[in-house]
């Protein structure tokens, strides 16, 4: 069964390992340097929620959360999401989403935003939109894929 939850200093690894397959992927985070151990817990610890999609006892997919920027801007959060490759499309983004946006209101933010949505991703983009967010824009070429071509990168947000 699957659960989101809070992640614990024991998940660190794990979490590393999802995060890092995203970023090797080289198609939908904007980092290009993988966390080792110490970098991926001081990451991690780093945020204003992390929460984990665990199922048995295993990390599949996470979520980090943390203010989109400071002061008067600080009301509005932004958050990345991982899921592991063996457990796509069964439905944990979404679990993470829906997680987040609860843990987003808990933490008094009032808006959700979302920087850099690879316009290629599109079962990212279709989830949030789904989910209600709105397509603010697109910056051409914003994101630098691994073969040497941009992407477009597409901002939304969402009300909480």
């Not at 509005?76 to 946006?101: F, H, Q, T």
């Not at 959700?112 to 051409?140: C, D, W």
Request: charged letters at 20%; a negative charge; one cysteine or more.
């Amino acid at each position: 069964m699957l659960e989101i939850r809070a992640y614990q200093q024991d998940d660190v690894q794990d979490m590393a390992g999802v995060w890092n397959e995203v970023v090797e992927n080289g198609i939908a985070f904007p980092q290009e340097e993988a966390l080792d151990a110490e970098s991926a817990a001081a990451f991690f610890a780093d945020q204003t929620h992390c929460g984990v999609a665990v199922e048995d006892e295993r990390v599949v997919g996470l979520y980090i959360l943390h203010p989109n920027n400071v002061g008067r801007c600080g009301h509005i959060a932004n958050a990345s999401y991982a899921v592991e490759s063996a457990a796509r499309g069964k439905g944990v983004g979404r679990m993470l989403v829906d997680n987040s946006l609860a843990k987003a209101k808990e933490h008094d933010f009032r808006v959700m935003q979302f920087n850099a949505v690879v316009a290629t991703n599109s079962g990212a983009r279709h989830l949030y939109e789904k989910l209600g967010f709105v397509q603010l824009g697109t910056i051409p070429g914003g994101f630098h894929m691994p073969d040497g071509s941009y992407a477009d990168i597409c901002l939304y947000y969402r009300e909480l």
